[in-house]
């Protein structure tokens, strides 16, 4: 009998949970427009518990219509969502249901904040300047992970930026609803009477990887934020002022060499970081003797280049709002480089070599403090100011290894026609305080001084010219301004073309320029076709990060985007590349292509694939300042895949290779992983890199004085082997506390054979370009091993205040079996070297004045 009287009931409730999730409610006021909303003014602020039941969202316009957006365009979602917005004079509030006919199956994993998993999700998106160009993102999943991004160059997202706001998600039977709450003290806005928001809700269903979006945003179009619709009548929130004060202390216990042993220092300090509001729209970040212990090691490498290894920030201070510094000249696969690179500021001493104790030297130099002034104002016109300030750093109080210096950048961005269009300009200066043991190795001052435009065109401004040009002026020593000359960025000593050599030069300028054409938006295809220019005595490097100069050319791309799935894939893009490079002088660099292609499968699998090559040039950099080889042709390619991430286990794979120099040098590299998913609270990674490298002509070194015939340019065989593992743990008891452990050992060895020196460089006979040096020597070899690792236990244990536990292993070991690598011995070697530990604790304690 209770089973009877069970079933009309369960009946009951599915029925009416259907018509919830199939139909609006009725009796609610909807939005008037499609894109266009009216805030409601909170009178009593609603209690942030993720429920529907605060007097606030019974008056407040419900949004619907939500369309997909992919995988397929202005489609039908499989569920239905609604989203209400309502505000005060502090807050700004928003909930959205998100309706589900089966809420046992909502993905909704822990990790820490910040951190994307494989989670259904909700994305608020605010611009609260509503200048169609910049924006805030606050994203949750169901387990109540936070995720906030901010929005510039209209698509452009900074993940690094970081606000204290607060939502709260509950599933029911229905689906699953997030409320927020956002401060408005967390939003840029101009000063007046009324306000209009652009603003939009993005909503990812993990298991069906789909995608919908109020209003609808759509991926052939252009942009992000000029996409938003509008919430109007905004009033009464003008004079918010952001005042925020994190102080904050540390603790650490470090070993370290100390003479013929090993000892430990102790270090306690204390510093702060302030975010003060100069105005709606202005803010002023400051950070005083700050500590970035708790960040990640930057991985292991060994660089046989000829230009300097490029690491990625990592420094919470300098990632948040660097968006509004870019200022790009070189990019590759979305990575652009120029005039301004944070990581200068703080960098490893740059004469420790000076020190007859390579131990005793700092790993990086002190910051005693930076600040950061960033806005836009009321006319378009974008703000970011940037001034630090690092310390002398000595060995033994005597000798210098790090100058104190002055770092100083400035960047204005003045939108045009709506955002459409737009002017910038951009000045950096670095100043150092130099002494004798350092006049002659460092440049004394470095200034840039640069200008851009964009200027989108068309019938929906999916077309854009955009362009640069930048200066650069260094001074310092004769002897310092020698070594840029001679360094691996100009290589002025060449003796084969004419470019002079001056050691008395005291000054060295250049320039760099650009322009291109691109189509970035509409139905099937996208292209971008450019031409740039870098003069021999363009110099950025003090504060920024540029590999060559001296090399002007041309580029394009091409590529077919399918959108919509078909048989076997759900998204699929073919490209097409093309460039061509020469010195400033005419000598071609190299000539080549590429065609690549990547894409999802039905199965959510994502795969990657393509080929290329490069027809004969000439290398500027092989010699490291001796004459311009000629290079003989090279083919390459890549191929790769992972597996869908819905899944527990999750596979990867990836293979490179390439090969040049008639087939007699070569090299590839494979690197499978595993990412496993045990629970919502527990995931873990395993990757493994193989790389074999021989290398026919791998430099080795220049013997003889600058700009003699009697200099010798060597270079030997070099067959090389490494082997890198990169492991992952993640442990997540809430959203507010979580375990990170990093670990990657790294080996390689090489031996060289064949030592040679050049006879010919332009020789298009590959075996007349050298000939025996030094018959019967051996140019000898290297074994270098090293591991580093990194576990943090992290506690927000109130909003924005932390509490980091960390510990740092590293270990080192060179020379040792030199010319030889083998796996298992060089892993036991490398453990049984003396590890470097550091255990840090850092707290911080968040004030919202």
């Known amino acids: 009998m209770r089973r009877l009287l069970f ?6 409730v599915t029925v009416t949970d259907a018509q919830q999730l199939a139909t609006p409610a009725r009796g609610v006021p909807r939005a008037a427009a499609p894109f266009v909303t009216e805030a409601v003014r909170a009178a009593t602020a609603p209690v942030i518990d993720g429920r529907e039941r605060d007097d606030v969202w019974a008056r407040a316009q419900v949004i619907d219509g939500f369309r997909q957006f992919d995988p397929v365009e202005d489609a039908d979602p499989s569920f239905r969502t609604e989203a209400k917005f309502a505000y005060d004079e502090r807050h700004l509030y928003v909930l959205v249901r998100a309706f589900d006919p089966h809420p046992d199956s909502i993905m909704s994993l822990l990790s820490r904040r910040d951190e994307r998993t494989q989670s259904d999700y909700i994305r608020v998106l605010i611009d609260s300047y509503h200048d169609r160009r910049t924006g805030y993102q606050f994203m949750v999943n169901p387990a109540g992970v936070q995720r906030d991004i901010y929005l510039y160059n209209d698509g452009q997202e900074d993940v690094t930026w970081n606000a204290v706001w607060e939502v709260k998600t509950a599933i029911d039977s229905l689906g699953w609803v997030a409320e927020f709450r956002i401060p408005l003290s967390q939003l840029r806005f101009a000063q007046k009477d009324e306000h209009t928001f652009g603003v939009g ?8 990887n789909e995608r919908s979006s109020w209003p609808l945003f759509r991926r052939t179009g252009f942009g992000m934020a000029s996409q938003l619709g509008e919430i109007r009548g905004i009033r009464g929130i003008g004079g918010n002022r952001r005042v925020e004060l994190m102080p904050y ?11 013929p042993g090993w000892g430990r220092t102790q270090r306690s300090t204390v510093g702060a970081d302030l975010k003060l509001g100069i105005s709606s729209n202005l803010t002023l970040d400051a950070t005083i003797n700050p500590d970035f212990g708790q960040v990640e090691a930057d991985p292991a490498v060994l660089n046989l280049s000829a230009f300097e290894q490029f690491f990625e920030e990592r420094r919470p201070f300098f990632l948040e709002g660097t968006g509004i510094f870019s200022f790009a000249i070189d990019c590759n696969d979305g990575q652009c480089t120029g005039p301004f690179y944070s990581r200068r500021v703080g960098r490893p001493p740059q004469t420790g070599f000076l020190s007859p ?15 950061k002034l960033t806005g836009r104002l009321s006319n378009g016109l974008s703000i970011g100011v940037m001034d630090a300030i690092t310390s002398r750093e000595a060995v033994a109080d005597t000798l210098t290894v790090e100058p104190r210096t002055n770092y100083f950048v400035a960047r204005l961005q003045q939108d045009l026609r709506g955002g459409r269009s737009g002017i910038g300009v951009i000045f950096s200066a670095t100043n150092r305080s130099l002494d004798d043991a350092t006049r002659a190795f460092l440049r004394r001052d470095a200034y840039t001084l640069g200008a851009d435009f964009r200027h989108r065109f068309g019938p929906s401004g999916f077309y854009q010219v955009s362009g640069h040009a930048l200066g650069s002026s260094v001074h310092g020593s004769a002897e310092s301004i020698a070594q840029t000359q001679r360094n691996g960025v100009h290589f002025y000593q060449r003796p084969d073309d004419d470019i002079a050599y001056d050691p008395t030069r005291t000054s060295l300028s250049g320039m760099s320029s650009g322009i ?6 509409g139905g099937l295809t996208r292209f ?5 220019y870098k003069s021999v005595g363009l110099e950025v490097n ?4 540029m590999q060559s100069v001296n090399n002007m050319g041309q580029s394009n791309w091409f590529a077919l985007m399918f959108q919509k799935p078909r048989a076997f894939y759900r998204r699929l893009q073919i490209n097409f590349n093309q460039w061509n490079n020469f010195d400033t002088e005419g000598l071609r660099g190299g000539r080549g292509g590429n065609i690549n292609m990547n894409g999802q499968l039905k199965n959510m699998w994502f795969f990657f694939t393509g080929v290329g090559g490069n027809i004969a040039g000439h290398c500027g950099a092989c010699l490291r300042g001796g004459p311009q080889l000629r290079e003989q042709p090279s083919a390459f390619g890549w191929a790769g895949f992972d597996g869908d991430a819905r899944r527990w286990l999750i596979p990867s794979f990836n293979l490179n290779w390439n090969r040049r120099d008639g087939g007699r040098s070569y090299n590839y590299n494979f690197g499978p992983s595993l990412r496993v998913r045990v629970a919502s609270r527990f995931s873990a990674s395993l990757g493994v890199n193989y790389r074999r490298n021989i290398d026919d002509r791998q430099w080795i070194g220049n013997y003889g004085d600058i700009g003699h015939d009697s200099t010798h340019y060597t270079v030997a065989r070099l067959n090389q082997e490494t082997v890198s593992l990169t492991s992952r743990i993640n442990w997540t008891a809430s959203p507010t506390l979580s375990l990170q452990v990093y670990a990657q050992p790294f080996s390689t060895g090489g031996d060289y054979s064949n030592w040679r020196r050049v006879r010919d460089a332009r020789n298009p006979n590959y075996d007349q370009q050298f000939e025996p040096f030094r018959p019967g020597s051996d140019p000898g070899g290297f074994n270098f091993k090293q591991f580093r690792s990194n576990s943090v236990l992290r506690w927000e244990y109130r909003p924005g205040s932390t509490l980091f536990f960390v510990w740092q292993q590293g270990r080192t070991q060179d020379g040792v079996d030199p010319g030889s690598f083998q796996f298992g011995r060089d892993y036991r070697n490398l453990f049984d070297a003396h590890p470097q530990n550091t255990f840090l604790v850092k707290a911080s304690y968040w004030f919202g004045l």
């Open 357 to 371: 104790d390579a131990n005793a030297v700092p790993t990086a130099s002190t910051i005693l403090g930076a600040a």
């Open 542 to 545: 003090d504060m920024g990060y």
């Open 516 to 521: 291109g054409v691109s189509k970035d938006g």
């Open 201 to 208: 809700v993005h909503r990812e269903v993990a298991r069906l």
């Open 249 to 259: 202390s540390v603790q650490s216990n470090e070993s370290r060499v100390r003479g």
């Open 528 to 532: 971008y076709t450019g031409v740039w």
């Open 7 to 12: 079933l009309p009931l369960v009946t009951a």
